[in-house]
């Protein structure tokens, strides 16, 4: 009988927590493979886990989190419809940025996670994410724009945005989170 795509997506979760393709599982508390709905129309993907993701194993809890849901519930999704997950499915030490190496082994899982949900729309949530799928971009520039790609031989449908803790930040930044978030709900309307 064929796994349902929860069991696929626990079945990676397992590969993920069992991982030692990189140094980060030695200093992680625990691995935050990502979280949310097998069937979820919409994937957020942020860079790596932060020290409170790292401690619940899960991703996007904490003050980002909330700001998360706050921005969900101005386009009426609940969180409880969308998967949220990171490029590094664990913690760098010092929240320090991700190595081109440590990115580059923990990517087939990323990509696995992928094609089993088959997502209508991405959001990556910062610079990192963004220039993971975009590398010659800017973030400013690009940030609330529909982008399709061939990524990894899959065809995907971006909007980048703003990590939400630049958001708590600096008001700018959430005014064109917010802004963004507006985006994100017309093509979710109008696809
Ligand atoms: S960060 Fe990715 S590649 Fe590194 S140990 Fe964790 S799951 Fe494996």
Not at 35 to 55: K, T, Y
Not at 138 to 148: E, F, L
Request: glycine share 6%.
């Amino acid at each position: 009988m064929a796994l349902t795509k929860e069991q696929q997506l626990q079945y990676i979760s397992h590969l993920i927590g069992e991982c030692h393709k990189c140094d980060l599982y030695k200093t992680a508390t625990n691995h935050v493979p990502g979280h949310g709905n097998a069937n979820a129309e919409i994937v957020f993907i942020g860079e790596a886990p932060g020290e409170q993701e790292d401690l619940q194993g899960l991703p996007f809890v904490g003050n980002s989190g909330k700001l998360l849901d706050k921005l969900l519930n101005t386009i009426k999704v609940p969180r409880t419809d969308v998967f949220i997950c990171n490029i590094l499915k664990h913690r760098p030490p010092e929240n320090r940025d991700p190595l081109p190496q440590e990115m580059k082994v923990c990517t087939p899982y990323l990509k696995a996670q992928l094609k089993i949900i088959k997502p209508k729309l991405i959001i990556t949530l910062g610079r990192f994410a963004m220039n993971y799928f975009f590398p010659e971009e800017s973030i400013s520039r690009i940030r609330g724009q529909v982008r399709k790609i061939i990524w990894q031989e899959l065809p995907l449908t971006i909007i980048p945005v703003y990590h939400p803790s630049a958001g708590l930040r600096n008001g700018a930044m959430l005014k064109s989170l917010q802004e963004d978030f507006l985006s994100i709900g017309q093509y979710l309307q109008k696809n």
